[in-house]
């Protein structure tokens, strides 16, 4: 069975960073696409960035493009979300998401996950 755990979250001041891990277990990470997503409170999830299984090729939100860095090692099994020039509204609970049902060749994915962590809180002060 597939297992996320998040790390890294906390509370940070407007314009510092923090930078989160998602590790995995119970899948060959090779193979595996990973994507971020979050939650701010009272609205519904969104899609943040997505990584690649080779980690060759990313793909971000708008709104984070140019601040957060995705970026994986396979041999921890872990993919980190480095999130700098941290603003309010990058308030939520940040959850990485994964599936095995992907090719070497497939592009980053914004949908079609099959297995997630519980998360982890990033807040914001401004």
């Known amino acids: 069975q597939v297992r996320l755990v998040e790390s890294g979250g906390g509370l940070v001041q407007a314009g510092g960073s923090l930078r989160l891990s998602c590790v995995a277990s119970?899948?060959?990470?090779?193979?595996?696409?990973v994507g971020w997503f979050r939650q701010p409170p009272g609205k519904e999830r969104e899609f943040v960035a997505a990584?690649?299984?080779?980690?060759?090729?990313?793909d971000y939100a708008d709104s984070v493009k140019g601040r957060f860095t995705i970026s994986r090692d396979n041999a921890k099994k872990t993919v980190y979300l480095q999130m700098n020039r941290l603003n309010a509204e990058d308030t939520a609970l940040y959850t990485c998401?994964?599936?095995?049902?992907?090719?070497?060749?497939?592009?980053?994915?914004?949908?079609?996950?099959?297995?997630w962590g519980p998360g982890t809180q990033v807040t914001v002060a401004s």
């Open positions: 119970g899948t060959t990470f090779s193979r595996y696409a």
């Open positions: 998401a994964g599936t095995s049902r992907t090719i070497l060749t497939a592009p980053p994915r914004r949908t079609g996950y099959d297995d």
């Open positions: 990584i690649t299984r080779s980690g060759s090729t990313t």
